[in-house]
């Protein structure tokens, strides 16, 4: 090649820098540290604000039947099965059983911090968008989770109502008509509400409309499976009369003078007070309207406080600090 030609060459092109991982600064490390820490800080809090109740609860217990409490703790791990359950059922994808159950208790922790579930929510949200599920799908599960639960608890109710009508007493549990019209009007107030904002707000009817398009899809699809039928329906038939099962058991050990059937009756009737009044695991509400439906059916007060206050020891604090610990083991594995 001549001298000219050499000359003439274009100059090379400057090597261009090795990408680099990009650093994290100091805070941006510090976040999950600090959310693997928050449960149990959160759980803490909860408990030292609450402890003499704790406390009366775990006196009480000292002197129950501890063959009967063991029934009761047995019942209470289930019902973190019957979760799982319900949720696998919500969702086409196969979800791994083990971290499926270990999301679900300490979802449980979760739920005693934010009002109305949504701490188990956002936990197992956290958990679907973990193993892959796109956000829509993973929020129309959760959809559908919320909608089957009460759909199933009532037919249970009914189901109660068929097979003992001799056995339960309902005349003081009964709404008078204007509680009935009111809870009526403000269900209708409701609709009327949301159908009104997707109607006058445009940038809610796109996203509203295609989470519902996501949802029936997902529930069309679910229905027409067996398995996931069973798993969404029994679960969530199973979990009322697992938790009447765990407040039955803690009552026999404690020598309450009500049958099974009332009890699971009571927890169910009760139950109603937690979506009414969105306290967190609807600790306050549910347990004021559970003593007052076993006095209506016929319990001494103190009695059926001792009782709810047991239950409230098997279901909320003695699985609070384990189910903490697993939320920050499973939030330090990045599995939420």
Not at 7 to 18: D, I, K, N, V
Not at 119 to 147: C, E, M, W
Not at 179 to 189: F, I, K, R
Request: glycine share 8%.
């Amino acid at each position: 090649m001549s001298q000219l030609q050499l000359e003439t060459l274009p100059a090379p092109l400057p090597a261009a820098p090795c990408p680099t991982a990009p650093r994290r600064s100091p805070a941006a490390r510090l976040v999950r540290p600090a959310l693997v820490l928050l449960p149990l800080l959160l759980i803490g809090v909860w408990a030292l604000v609450d402890r003499r109740a704790a406390y009366d609860g775990a006196a009480r217990l000292a002197s129950a039947d501890p063959w009967w409490l063991l029934a009761a703790f047995l019942f209470t791990c289930l019902t973190w099965v019957a979760a799982a359950c319900v949720r696998q059922g919500a969702l086409p994808e196969r979800l791994p059983p083990g971290l499926l159950v270990a999301s679900q208790f300490a979802a449980g922790a979760a739920n005693q911090v934010l009002p109305a579930g949504l701490g188990a929510h956002a936990v197992t949200l956290r958990f679907l968008q973990r193993r892959g599920i796109a956000l829509p799908r993973a929020t129309a599960s959760i959809a559908l989770y919320s909608l089957v639960k009460p759909v199933a608890r009532t037919l249970v109710l009914l189901v109660f109502l068929v097979a003992f009508p001799d056995v339960l007493r309902l005349g003081a549990l009964i709404p008078d008509d204007g509680t009935l019209l009111l809870a009526a009007g403000g269900a209708v107030l409701a609709l009327v509400a949301g159908a009104v904002l997707l109607v006058t707000v445009r940038a809610l009817r796109r996203p509203v409309l295609g989470f519902l398009r996501t949802a029936l899809t997902d529930a069309r699809e679910l229905h027409t499976r067996p398995g996931r039928v069973l798993a969404l329906w029994g679960g969530a038939a199973a979990t009322p009369l697992l938790q009447g099962s765990v407040i039955a058991t803690v009552g026999f050990s404690l020598g309450l003078p009500l049958s099974w059937t009332q009890l699971i009756l009571a927890l169910m009737v009760a139950g109603t007070a937690a979506g009414a009044v969105p306290a967190p695991g609807g600790i306050g509400p549910v347990d004021a309207a559970l003593v007052f439906t076993m006095a209506a059916f016929g319990a001494p007060v103190a009695t059926a406080t001792a009782t709810v206050i047991g239950y409230r020891v098997l279901t909320v604090w003695l699985p609070l600090l384990p189910g903490a610990l697993v939320l920050s083991a499973l939030l330090h594995r990045k599995v939420l």
